[in-house]
């Protein structure tokens, strides 16, 4: 998802928010080590070299270098920008989005920066895209599932197809990427679209 958007000239920025948790599953899955320089981590040896939102315009003038639209914020910074409807945000995406993550959206319990950047989206009636990670689901997760689209939410469960014919791991993931992009207006120019 961060590199189909960072590559995106339709997106001018996005705001990263990694929970604890997540930066789990994400050492685990992705290789990342540490919490230091995650967008990096994430977008590969390419994107390495590039400097975040901190270098200065001069010095970004003056060199080569591209600064990537993609910054890293704190689940725990409560105040960032995201955490206020007068933010001109245009929509949320959720991914993954564990249970736990759904329950709090789904009830209004904000108490870290992706439950109330999420609390803002609702309040704001902007589009939130939660992409549940679980199987199997219980009558808990279905009611907090429920809950959150009946407040305006779209539940998108992490679920791959196999339709179109991947090859391997990575086209399943991008072509999910690319869904739910899609659902947001950003459809991508290389994406599977069925014939009929």
Request: proline letters at 5%.
């Amino acid at each position: 998802m961060l590199l189909t958007v960072e590559r995106d000239t339709r997106v001018q920025s996005v705001n990263f928010i990694a929970s604890d948790s997540g930066l789990r599953v994400m050492a685990e899955e992705l290789g990342i080590r540490g919490r230091a320089n995650l967008v990096q981590q994430i977008l590969g040896p390419e994107k390495r070299s590039l400097k975040l939102a901190r270098t200065s315009a001069a010095a970004t003038r003056s060199s080569k270098i591209k600064i990537s639209k993609i910054k890293e914020q704190s689940n725990a910074d409560i105040g960032a920008n995201v955490a206020s409807g007068s933010y001109p945000a245009d929509a949320m995406i959720v991914i993954p989005c564990s249970v736990g993550t759904l329950a709090r959206i789904a009830t209004g319990v904000a108490s870290h920066l992706i439950e109330r950047a999420a609390d803002v989206c609702l309040k704001e009636k902007r589009p939130l895209v939660l992409c549940v990670r679980e199987t199997p689901l219980n009558k808990i997760h279905i009611r907090n599932m429920y809950r959150a689209a009946d407040a305006g939410a779209t539940i998108f469960p992490l679920i791959p197809a196999f339709y179109y014919g991947p090859t391997n791991l990575d086209d399943m993931a991008r072509e999910f990427a690319y869904r739910v992009l899609a659902h947001l207006g950003l459809s991508q120019p290389d994406a599977f679209h069925w014939k009929g």
